[in-house]
């Protein structure tokens, strides 16, 4: 991968060189994106579009500290989804990571959470913000304790942990591919603006569809798929259940019940 890396503090150039080979990031100068380490985060820009901002995982502070402490907790729809409402907490594998927000609410209500991220840029923004995380004073026991990031492809990833005797099969995978976002849908301005830089840096998943099948081959429960309310099921596949919110739905497949 190919982007512009910048350090804004020359004492921690080093770490910038040292991050870059663990991801497999190339510096270039031609790249519209930069991936800027502060002095206290990890930042992806869009050098030639300046007004979207910075992005970067905050899983300690901001949108993410008020949904955990007033998002509605297990009674909120990725919760019920996921079988929280069935009185367990299952164990969950995140297949599409992102920025990591799905997997912390996750957490946060007590499931231990696999984060699988294929695309180097997000796997390393993500990594910074779970490092950041786990030095919190409130946070930081419980993520070190229940969130783990995996960098591999979603595809290979579900495929290989699935024949994988050593791994422990998780009770619920969980999936949200990138969808193409149309323009005439109304969007908040943050997730317009993380819409129009992953878009353009990481592009749709066009390979979504052939997630299914081994997530419900890896998961012991049940495949939870969340997709925008105008998206066609994954892999036409009609779910077992759909729990609807505002702007979004979670397909829920099947496997076995979560009492079980």
């Known amino acids: 991968m190919h982007i512009q890396l910048i350090s804004e503090q020359s004492s921690r150039a080093d770490e910038l060189e040292r991050l870059a080979q663990r991801w497999g990031l190339i510096a270039s100068s031609d790249s519209d994106f930069a991936l800027v380490l ?7 820009r869009k050098l030639n579009e300046p007004k979207l901002g910075a992005i970067y995982v905050d899983l300690a502070g901001g949108a ?3 949904r955990r402490k007033f998002g509605g907790g297990k009674g909120q729809a990725i919760a019920k ?3 929280l409402n069935k009185g367990v907490t299952p164990t969950i594998l995140d297949g599409t990571a992102g920025l990591g927000r799905d997997a912390f609410v996750l957490a946060s209500l007590g499931c231990k959470v696999h984060l699988v991220e294929r695309h180097p840029v997000v796997a390393a923004l993500l990594d ?3 490092s950041r995380a786990k030095q919190d004073p409130e946070i930081g026991g419980w993520v070190s ?6 960098h591999a492809s979603s595809l290979d990833a579900l495929n290989q942990l699935a024949q994988d005797r050593q791994f422990t099969q998780p009770d619920v995978v969980y999936l949200d591919p990138m969808y193409p976002h149309p323009e005439n849908k109304k969007k908040s301005a943050l997730v317009k603006k993380e819409m129009r830089v992953f878009q353009s840096l990481v592009g ?21 798929v969340k997709r925008p309310d105008y998206a066609p099921w994954l892999d036409e596949q009609k779910p077992s259940m759909v729990i609807e919110t ?9 496997n076995a019940a979560m009492s079980d």
Do not use: C, I, W
């Open 145 to 150: 304790e229940r969130m783990s990031l995996l």
């Open 64 to 66: 993410v500290a008020h």
């Open 246 to 254: 505002k702007k979004n739905r979670f397909d829920v497949y099947v």
């Open 128 to 130: 910074d913000g779970l």
């Open 204 to 224: 749709a998943d066009h390979d979504a569809d052939g997630l299914l099948a081994p997530a419900l081959q890896l998961a012991a429960k049940r495949v939870v």
């Open 81 to 83: 989804a996921a079988g």
């Open 38 to 44: 502060t002095a206290d985060r990890l930042e992806l």
